[in-house]
C-alpha cells in the first residue's frame, strides 16, 4: 500500500509540535506556556489516532510478532542507555511511568497486543458492537486496576496511559476498519470538533485532565 500524503502531514505536524512543546518548555521555565498548553492538547491524541489510522487488518501472530520488535528494540536499547547516561538502573526505567521519555513506544506496544481481541472480518454481523465492547471493557478494566493496585504496578504497566490514550489509538483504527473518515467529513462535525477543541484547551489550562481530556478527539478530528 503506498503512502497516504494527509497522513504523512498530520505525522509532520505531530511531530514539530513535540519539537515546539519541549523547546518552550526549556525556554520559558516557570513561567506560563500557553503554546506548550495548547499543544499539549491534541500533541499526543493526534499521534495515536494516526497510528491506529494507518492499521489496515489485525495483525496475525508473525506480524505482531515484527511489530513489536520494532517498538521495543529502540525502546529498550536507546531507553535503558539514556537511563543509565542520567545515573540510573533498569528497575528505574522499568518502574518510571514516562520510560525514560520512550513510554509511546512502549504504550503502542502494548495497544498492538490488544487487536487480536477484535473481529477478524469488520464486515461480520454484529462487528462494530462486538469491537466497541471491546473498547470500552479494555478502558474500563484499565481504569479499575488503575484504581485498585500499587502506584509502583500502575506505573509499571502506565495503566494510567491506557486509560487516557487507548480511547484516541482505537479511535483511529475503528475510523480506517470501517471507512468512518468520509461520513466525519461533514461541516457541521468540523465545526462541533474546533468547539470541542477549544473547550479541551480551556479544560487543560485549568488543570482539568483525566477522561474529560478524551474531548480532545474533537480537536483531532478537526486536524484529520
Avoid at 509540535?17 to 499543544?39: D, E, P, R
Wanted: with cysteine; glycine share 6%; hydrophobic share 55%.
Amino acid at each position: 500500500m503506498g503512502r497516504i500524503v494527509y497522513i504523512d502531514s498530520l505525522k509532520g505536524l505531530a511531530i514539530l509540535s513535540v519539537i515546539v512543546s519541549h523547546v518552550s518548555v526549556f525556554l520559558l521555565v516557570g513561567k506560563i506556556n500557553l503554546l506548550s498548553t495548547f499543544v499539549g492538547v491534541y500533541m499526543m491524541p493526534l499521534f495515536f489516532v494516526l497510528s491506529g489510522l494507518v492499521i489496515t487488518e489485525i495483525p496475525n501472530r508473525k506480524k505482531l510478532i515484527s511489530k513489536l520488535a520494532r517498538f521495543l528494540s529502540p525502546f529498550f536499547c536507546f531507553g535503558v542507555f539514556y537511563t543509565y547516561l542520567h545515573g540510573d538502573n533498569i528497575i528505574f526505567f522499568l518502574v518510571d511511568k514516562y520510560k525514560s521519555g520512550y513510554w509511546y513506544l512502549y504504550m503502542l506496544s502494548l495497544f498492538y497486543l490488544f487487536l487480536p481481541l477484535f473481529r477478524k472480518n469488520a464486515d461480520a454481523r454484529h462487528a462494530v458492537i462486538y469491537d466497541l465492547t471491546v473498547v470500552g471493557v479494555i478502558m474500563l478494566s484499565a481504569k479499575i486496576l488503575e484504581l485498585l493496585v500499587s502506584p509502583r504496578f500502575v506505573d509499571l504497566f502506565c495503566l494510567d496511559w491506557v486509560a487516557r490514550y487507548w480511547f484516541f489509538f482505537v479511535a483511529g483504527f475503528l475510523i480506517r476498519r470501517y471507512n468512518w473518515l468520509p461520513k466525519l467529513d461533514k461541516g457541521w462535525i468540523l465545526l462541533l470538533s474546533f468547539f470541542i477543541g477549544v473547550l479541551s484547551f480551556i479544560q487543560y489550562v485549568k488543570g482539568i485532565t483525566g477522561y474529560i481530556h478524551s474531548a480532545t478527539l474533537g480537536s483531532v478530528i478537526f486536524f484529520i
